[in-house]
């Protein structure tokens, strides 16, 4: 156990230089060289910033979509004469009455393979809708109800997600935090995570919002479409709006805050595709004199007066805008709508001052705790205590380097980890020079004695961290956010303390055996 | 430094130290079941708030004076860490208005007419907390399987039973004394126990692998001299790894900050109740088991 062949010694002494290269490259401001451009990421509460976990309501889009199957299921139903009674959506699905002779019918059409209303997934070999059949009592007819098969549902939910998350960082992206992430979680949650932010609510109220816009007439007289009652954004004064949608915030190409040219209101202007553009000249050709509202997630921004003409794509939105509001408003009109609500089920922010106070504690506890254990060796074991105090401080330049390489996330539970490991990392080598003194004392020689004491600790050595890694590979799996962060370091920690212990403290210790081996040894 | 005299007869303690562990583990229980635990935000839902002041002569009672006017349901307000740092914990998870914190701070600042300064939130809705539960219940229970699973390979069905009866030890005390001290119990909780079933774990091997070297070696003589003997022979090891482990946590409970206040105490109280667990526990239920040479030449043989 105490020779080392000239490769492994160069393999050894490389690995450490090159892993505290790295280790070095987190206290240099060098961004020129690459290899000693990466430093640790630090987590939100270390540099203070916010963690949202939003989750997509994806009920509204599945009624949506039930609805428009509504619409084409009674066109397929009335093209195979298929004779239905009170087709209805009911709680998530839709319902009919047909008679029984023609549900053998309907079976054939709704399950072909190329019908026009359930389509058929191959991956999943599986329908996009389920239906089941009741019987109705005293009656010669049978109730069907359709909803989506779980199929069905993780496609709409996965489709709803993908879109959420290209709007969410369209919004994002356009606020300009630095260095956002957004990613999405299982299949109806998106995790942001803004670093350096320590007021979310402006990303929170813009996240909030669908941004549906819609341009529709207000009514004079119930029209075709029928109409409905809206409400104002003070949530007093209401209006009766027509129900047809002349031009809704798809047709938008641009949007940008601005000020009006006679009253100096701020105004958001916009921009409007072609077919928009047709559209919008149209509508208000035909009905220059009238009100047209401006609605915003079924909400009145204004309705005013279409005085004239507006032909050429442009136009404005005006209302009871503050800069910010009009700026707001405008990036919700150029990212796009949501195709569903989003809520914050999960909000952590940390504010800078915080995660500064909790740095400096991290490093005070870090520095006291290793001068502690470092002292505590050196009482303990005299010359082999600056062994294991060495092997310890090599041990700590790995762990950085790795945590570097690794570009892992350094949170303040992560920074407790890598203190836990200065306190546990001497273990190893204690087990060590604990077995040693043992064969000491009838172990004539001190090779003997130092060889036999490496190997018979290796298997308590081994079975110890073993036990400890498995702790932390399980946090590493099931524990989120900070802690996570604790999980790397510890788990990190004891692989580079078993390096440390078996590789270069031995190495230390066989050079001074060699030297010494006839005098006698105290450790 | 007490110097400690080569032989000490551990055996000697097990009855009594058997009977204090069995109080004490009876008395978590019961204080589990009747005080329960103080869960955080992570676990119950709702908001936490880290509160700081900008006026020193702010006082405690204003605070609660206006939250109570805000009418959150139950608030909770105590002094955390610095002088003019609190922590308000708002049990209400209703609420869905989006600028619920916002206005908290508008009512606060104004109530008590200076600017008062949110350090940290935290708001998890009740499908993440019970998700977190979940999660870190999991963790827990996984730990210890993957435990015993890793001590039934390595050693012989007397040392898993032994070992995984120390780490059930070494957890519900720990727990129960976060319940008896309503002290919070938060994810970093869950991480803290992770820690100590592995670092009880380790000291608790250590001493049973030279427990069965001891065994393999002689073969006349009694397990529990052997015990006493093996616990001899790791005994320095075991005090001076605890020493180095515990000044590592002591510095981070004395200067971690307060946020790392309860994993630290939790850890501590671990790495205590884990070493006494290895030697009064663990290597007791080894003598009761009878473990004898010929059980673990057995496992040799078949193991080879």
């Known amino acids: ?523 | 430094m007490i110097k400690l005299s080569k032989d000490i007869k551990f055996s000697n303690f097990y009855k009594k130290l058997n009977f204090l562990s069995l109080i004490l583990i009876i008395f978590s229980v019961l204080t589990l079941i009747f005080k329960g635990l103080n869960l955080g935000v992570d676990f119950k839902g709702g908001t936490l708030i880290e509160i700081r002041t900008e006026k020193s002569t702010t006082n405690i009672a204003e605070i609660r004076q206006s939250f109570l006017r805000m009418n959150l349901g139950d608030v909770t307000v105590k002094k955390f860490g610095k002088e003019n740092d609190y922590l308000v914990k708002i049990e209400m998870i209703k609420s869905q208005d989006k600028d619920f914190i916002k206005k908290i701070n508008e009512k606060l600042s104004a109530d008590l007419s200076e600017n008062i300064n949110f350090r940290r939130v935290e708001n998890v809705g009740p499908k993440v907390s019970s998700e977190l539960m979940k999660a870190g219940l999991l963790a827990i229970s996984l730990s210890l399987a993957a435990m015993l699973f890793y001590i039934w390979i390595r050693f012989e069905w007397q040392f898993s039973l032994a070992a995984i009866i120390a780490l059930i030890h070494d957890v519900v005390i720990t727990v129960g004394i976060f319940s008896f001290l309503s002290y919070e119990v938060n994810l970093s909780i869950v991480a803290a126990v992770l820690t100590i079933v592995g670092y009880s774990m380790n000291d608790t091997v250590v001493i049973f692998d030279r427990i069965r070297e001891n065994l393999r070696k002689f073969s006349k003589v009694s397990i529990a001299e052997i015990s006493d003997t093996s616990t001899n022979q790791t005994l320095s090891r075991t005090l001076i790894t605890s020493v180095t482990t515990l000044l590592a946590l002591l510095s981070i409970y004395i200067f971690g900050g307060a946020i790392l206040k309860g994993f630290s105490f939790a850890m501590i109280i671990g790495v205590i109740i884990g070493t006494y667990s290895s030697i009064f526990v663990a290597t007791p239920i080894l003598n009761y088991t009878k473990v004898t040479q010929k059980s673990v030449l057995r496992e040799d043989k078949e193991n080879n």
Do not use: W
């Open chain 1, 1 to 523: 156990m105490l020779y080392f062949s000239k490769v492994k010694l160069i393999i050894i002494y490389f690995i450490i230089i090159f892993f505290s290269l790295f280790s070095f490259s987190n206290f240099l401001d060098n961004k020129d060289f690459f290899l000693l451009s990466k430093k640790v990421n630090l987590g939100l509460d270390l540099q203070g910033g916010s963690y949202l976990l939003l989750e997509v309501d994806s009920v509204p889009v599945i009624e949506q979509k039930l609805q428009n199957k509504l619409i084409t299921l009674r066109k397929s139903l009335k093209d195979k004469k298929l004779k239905y009674q009170s087709l209805k959506l009911h709680k998530q699905s839709i319902t009919f009455q047909l008679l029984k002779d023609s549900i053998e019918d309907f079976e054939t059409f709704f399950l072909n393979k190329d019908n026009s209303i359930n389509s058929y997934y191959d991956q999943f070999k599986a329908y996009e809708m389920d239906y089941s059949i009741t019987e109705i009592e005293d009656s010669s007819k049978n109730l069907i109800t359709l909803n989506y098969s779980k199929f069905g549902v993780i496609e709409i939910k996965n489709s709803t997600l993908d879109h959420s998350l290209e709007i969410v960082r369209r919004r994002i992206d356009e606020v300009g935090t630095k260095e956002p992430t957004i990613i999405r979680r299982g299949n109806d949650r998106i995790l942001v995570e803004l670093p350096g932010l320590d007021n979310p609510n402006r990303i929170k109220n813009l996240l909030g919002k669908t941004a549906n816009l819609t341009f529709r007439l207000v009514s004079e007289a119930d029209d075709d479409f029928g109409s409905e009652n809206l409400f104002f954004e003070d949530g007093e004064n209401e209006l009766r709006i027509n129900k047809r949608v002349i031009l809704s915030g798809d047709n938008l190409i641009n949007a940008r805050p601005s000020f009006d040219n006679r009253s100096n209101d701020t105004i958001v202007s916009f921009t409007l595709d072609r077919v928009g553009t047709k559209k919008f000249g149209r509508t208000t050709t035909k009905n220059v004199g009238k009100r047209l509202a401006i609605i915003l997630d079924n909400k009145i921004i204004s309705a005013p007066q279409i005085r004239e003409p507006i032909v050429g794509g442009s136009g404005q939105i005006s209302g009871d805008f503050t800069f910010q509001s009009a700026t707001d408003l405008a990036l919700l009109l150029r990212s796009g709508a949501l195709p569903a609500p989003l809520n914050v089920i999960e909000e952590r922010t940390v504010g800078p001052d915080l995660g500064e106070d909790s740095i400096k504690a991290g490093a005070i506890s870090l520095i006291i705790g290793f001068v502690l254990v470092i002292s505590y060796m050196l009482y303990k074991y005299r010359f082999f205590g600056i062994i294991a105090d060495l092997a310890l401080i090599v041990n700590l330049t790995l762990l950085l380097g790795i945590l570097t390489i690794l570009e892992a996330t350094l949170t303040l539970p992560g920074i407790a980890g890598i203190i836990l490991t200065v306190g546990m990392a001497v273990d190893a080598n204690v087990l060590i020079f604990e077995r040693i003194k043992e064969e000491m004392k009838t172990e004539k020689s001190n090779i003997h004695a130092f060889d036999t004491g490496y190997k018979r600790a290796q298997s308590a050595i081994l079975d110890a961290n073993i036990t400890t890694l498995i702790s932390a590979i399980i946090l590493f799996f099931l524990g989120s956010g900070p802690v996570k962060g604790f999980a790397v370091t510890l788990g990190i920690g004891i692989t580079t303390t078993l390096f440390c212990a078996y590789f270069f403290a031995r190495h230390l210790s066989s050079i001074y055996v060699m030297k010494n081996k006839d005098k006698q040894i105290i450790i």
